[in-house]
């Protein structure tokens, strides 16, 4: 079993920044593929980033390309996500999750493909 606890969120103006943090235990996050994932209020949960064992590769949604940087520390059993240049539409519920499974040919960027979840943490940007 694997625990995963987020941290980081808060109230943030338009453009700027927060930096989540995903701390596990119970299992060394080393051999997961490990992703951040948001939901907004009425809407579904929804695919933000994901990385891979070693960190060397990564995969982002379109929404947050270019804004968001995703990173890992297994040292530290520590999965991150840098959130620059905020925008209203940011704000939701952001979950970390860990996926028991090879980064294979193409990245996981479904609910069903990850199997451990943390209870989330709010962010919220206002305008």
């Known amino acids: 079993q694997v625990q995963l606890v987020e941290s980081g969120g808060g109230l943030v103006q338009a453009g700027g920044s927060l930096r989540l943090s995903c701390v596990a235990s119970g299992r060394t996050l080393r051999y997961y593929v490990m992703g951040w994932f948001r939901q907004a209020p009425g809407k579904e949960r929804e695919f933000v980033a994901a990385i891979s064992w070693g960190g060397g590769r990564t995969d982002f949604a379109d929404s947050v390309k270019g804004r968001f940087t995703i990173s890992r520390d297994n040292a530290k059993n520590t999965l991150y996500l840098q959130m620059n240049s905020l925008k209203p539409e940011d704000t939701a519920v952001y979950y970390c999750?860990?996926?028991?499974?090879?980064?294979?040919?193409?990245?996981?960027?479904?609910?069903?493909?990850?199997?451990?979840w943390g209870q989330g943490t709010q962010v919220t940007v206002s305008s």
């Open positions: 999750a860990a996926a028991d499974r090879l980064w294979g040919g193409t990245p996981p960027r479904t609910t069903y493909e990850y199997d451990y």
